[in-house]
């Protein structure tokens, strides 16, 4: 059983919980997150993982052409694609990974509350590359059992954290991608403040992701300078995805 959470966390667990399995036989290779990161920073430009994200909790809503805006953002550059696939609180779907596994040749993030086999299975099939596991919402045994899953299929796996005791947890157990969310899903507070303060505190050899409320090259280069490796950007690119040009 994930960790006991309150309020919109708890029914989206709950839901996570119940949802169907997917069963696909796999149609592309899987592209590594991480060489593809590394490959960006080695060339001296900003790795960016664009999201495309439908509406959410904080009360973003957009209706923008799926399959455009992915080719549009594989063409400008960016190291991955986060497709947010929660139907409930996002609006997404299983659909809408698939379509853009099939449109594009970069890795491609599930972004979802995952908290079952079931859910990995079904990332694997629909094309996905990467998938995201936040530690507020599992139990750190669950956390270390869906991280060895995902891995045997050969996926990469980004590790959400957002304050101090979640880092330990993901650092004692040597998750490699971990991801600094400032965002607190409960709250929905923003602060890149926290996020530059935690990517501190997590040792250089694991990759780190900036996620959340970036907005401008400078907020990039202050959280570079924080330790980030790589930024994870939806709002701001769904509102005008020509800004992936100066973002780069
Ligand atoms: O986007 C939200 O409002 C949200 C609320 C609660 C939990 C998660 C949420 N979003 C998922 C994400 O992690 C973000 O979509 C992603 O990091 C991009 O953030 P942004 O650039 O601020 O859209």
């Known amino acids: 059983m994930p960790r006991f959470l309150q309020g919109w966390l708890g029914d989206v667990v709950r839901f996570s919980q119940q949802r169907p399995e997917i069963y696909k036989v796999r149609q592309r290779p899987i592209y590594s997150l991480r060489q593809s990161i590394l490959h960006i920073k080695g060339h001296g430009k900003n790795p960016i993982i664009a999201e495309y994200k439908r509406k959410s909790p904080s009360g973003f809503n957009m209706d923008r052409d ?3 805006y992915v080719k549009f953002m594989e063409s400008n550059g960016v190291a991955g ?21 099939r449109a594009v040749r970069i890795p491609v993030l599930m972004k979802d509350f995952i908290v079952t086999e079931k859910q990995v299975n079904s990332a694997y099939s629909l094309g996905a590359d990467v998938i995201l596991l936040i530690v507020r919402v599992l139990t750190e045994r669950e956390l270390v059992s869906l991280y060895k899953y995902a891995k045997s299929y050969h996926l990469d796996v ?14 004692r157990n040597n998750f490699d991608i971990i991801g600094v969310n400032s965002r607190d899903l409960a709250s929905l507070d923003l602060s890149l403040e926290k996020t530059k303060r935690l990517l501190k505190l997590i040792p250089s050899d694991r990759l780190k992701i900036a996620e959340s409320g970036i907005r401008s090259r400078d907020d990039i280069q202050q959280l570079k300078e924080a330790g980030a490796d790589a930024f994870l950007i939806g709002t701001t690119l769904m509102q005008d995805p020509n800004k992936i040009k100066e973002l780069v």
């Open 66 to 68: 799926i399959i455009e």
């Open 81 to 101: 694609i986060s497709v947010l696939t929660e139907e409930k609180f996002f609006g997404g779907s299983y659909k809408d990974l698939e379509a853009v596994t």
């Open 158 to 171: 980004i590790v959400e954290v957002t304050n101090e005791e979640e880092i330990e947890i993901a650092v």
